[in-house]
């Protein structure tokens, strides 16, 4: 059973901005640095535009309704109590200067740890070691 949120969030992607579309080919199927990110999803009380969950890092698009907003900061502010960093691009930026807010989200990501070894790499060291 959705709950009402969820029934949103989907209504959301189904209609994603230019902006939010732009931004999404770039994101999407973990194109960027091979980080998996997720649209609009959502966090607590929020459904936020993407975030990857494993950085904790949510980025918001935002046009010109977003100019001063009180609620943006409430938001922003929840969202860092709760361990998430927000990063966020007005709606010209993401379109026409594309290549920079993908380099200033690459550097907002921490680095992430190296996956796991391959399975039963490293075991001939340590056989070495007890001979």
Not at 35 to 46: H, N
Not at 83 to 110: C, M
């Amino acid at each position: 059973m959705h709950t009402s949120k969820t029934r949103f969030a989907k209504t959301l992607r189904q209609n994603m901005t230019d902006a939010e579309h732009c931004l999404w080919k770039h994101l999407r199927g973990h194109r960027l640095d091979g980080i998996k990110f997720k649209r609009q999803q959502p966090i607590g009380p929020y459904i936020v535009d993407f975030v990857c969950f494993d950085a904790r890092l949510v980025i918001e698009i935002d046009g010109g309704q977003h100019l001063e907003s009180k609620t943006d900061h409430v938001r922003d502010t929840w969202l860092s109590e709760h361990g998430f960093r927000v990063l966020r691009f007005w709606n010209n930026e993401v379109l026409n200067e594309t290549a920079a807010v993908l380099e200033r989200i690459i550097e907002s990501l921490p680095p992430l740890p190296n996956p796991s070894p391959a399975r039963g790499e490293g075991l001939e060291k340590e056989n070495e070691k007890t001979a």
